[in-house]
């Protein structure tokens, strides 16, 4: 297993902020307990293994981490909120989250893997649900992972096991996408908006992480 240092040597080299993990694992223990602790540390060894990987392969491990530790449940009975978006602490110290909890732990995760920003958005997109052509459909979030900027993107989603590409998941409907540095309405190639201006949501969720340890 890495030490945190190195680690943090994997992760940022010299040029980076190296996330403080040794907080996020105190943070975990005072505010939810020993067996949160022992979530964080699954999730830092996670990290640690995952750090020489090729890209293909971190998406594989990240995926797998949350589809497999996270619980799906609504923020009611989370957080008794109606809507709230979780930071990857949140959500590993509760082991529950909803799709935005789940899509937000895997865009960080992977960042911190080294993954660039402009190949992650997470992606608003309305879903199908019930039979084919019922017209029934939900709000959900889900993260792409764009190999290029003219790629069609994998879709990392708590909903099925699987990584797979945007085409093979026609029961989705994007909306609008957005990561720390741009936000893109539709098909658009071109942000639209600073995203922490239009999502208040997405810019509490990054003030919250960076009080937490992450950069």
């Not at 979530?39 to 981490?65: C, H, I, P, Y």
């Not at 996408?177 to 309405?185: C, K, M, P, R, Y």
């Not at 639209?192 to 340890?213: H, I, N």
Request: aromatic share 10%.
């Amino acid at each position: 297993m890495y030490s945190l240092a190195a680690l943090a040597s994997l992760l940022f080299g010299l040029s980076f902020a190296a996330p403080d993990l040794d907080r996020m694992l105190q943070l975990a223990r005072e505010r939810y307990g020993a067996e949160a602790g022992e979530s964080v540390g699954a999730w830092r060894r996670m990290l640690g293994d995952a750090a020489t990987l090729d890209e293909q392969e971190k998406l594989q491990r990240v995926n797998t981490f949350f589809n497999r530790r996270t619980a799906f449940d609504d923020d009611i009975v989370i957080w008794q909120q109606k809507d709230y978006w979780a930071t990857p602490l949140e959500t590993l110290g509760r082991k529950a989250g909803d799709c935005e909890d789940f899509s937000i732990a895997k865009y960080m995760s992977l960042r911190l893997l080294g993954v660039p920003a402009d190949r992650l958005r997470l992606i608003y997109v309305r879903a199908s649900m019930g039979a084919p052509g019922s017209g029934i459909s939900q709000a959900h979030m889900v993260l792409g992972y764009y190999p290029s900027p003219a790629d069609e993107p994998l879709v990392l989603d708590n909903l099925i096991g699987d990584i797979r590409t945007a085409s093979r998941r026609p029961d989705l409907f994007p909306i609008f996408s957005f990561n720390a540095e741009g936000l893109w309405v539709g098909g658009a190639s071109s942000s639209s908006a600073d995203p922490t201006t239009r999502l208040s949501r997405w810019r509490s969720v990054l003030e919250r992480m960076r009080e937490e340890g992450l950069p």
